[in-house]
């Protein structure tokens, strides 16, 4: 049997990722996807937006490359009112009202993204995992942890939608 190396427990998580938005986004309407359990919690499809767009901020950073939002077209197919760089961090009641999009957009630029993670993940050796990434920090965070950030970040959103997707209202 392979040793299991921490590159195939990341690979792993993110590919969890990618099976968890599949599901949630799965046959919901516009109209769902922008529902708002309460009147003002996050919506699907901003969650479903803001766990891709933070996913491909943080991979493109610690890449060395353009974020596919940009590279690959999304932030002109969303048109969304808000600046390109926008990765819905503190985003008040109508920024996240703003972010309506329907589930083939969010899933096309979550597959983008997802594919371009996974190619960069398994191109990673342990002696990569160590790199320091941001010093601000104390400890400094090394590649693996922020990588791992993004895979906790993204499953706590996708979670958050699915809960949504559950109580969401008939028709």
């Excluded at 195939?8 to 993110?14: H, I, K, P, R």
């Excluded at 630029?109 to 191109?123: D, I, K």
Aim: net charge negative.
């Amino acid at each position: 049997m392979d040793e299991v190396t921490a590159v195939d427990v990341l690979a792993d998580g993110f590919e969890r990722v990618r099976g968890s938005v599949e599901r949630v986004l799965d046959g919901l309407t516009q109209r769902q996807l922008a529902h708002r359990v309460g009147g003002t919690a996050n919506s699907i499809a901003w969650l479903v937006w803001h766990l891709t767009r933070v996913q491909d901020d943080h991979v493109a950073e610690v890449a060395g490359t353009e974020q596919v939002w940009t590279a690959g077209g999304w932030a002109g197919r969303f048109d969304l009112p808000l600046p390109n760089g926008d990765t819905g961090y503190g985003h008040d009641s109508g920024e996240v009202a703003a972010v309506v999009a329907p589930a083939d957009l969010l899933l096309g630029y979550h597959r983008a993204v997802h594919e371009r993670t996974a190619a960069y993940v398994r191109g990673l050796g342990p002696e990569d995992l160590a790199r320091v990434v941001d010093e601000s920090w104390d400890p400094p965070v090394t590649l693996a942890v922020r990588l791992l950030s993004v895979v906790e970040d993204d499953l706590q959103h996708v979670g958050q939608a699915a809960f949504a997707r559950g109580v969401l209202p008939g028709d």
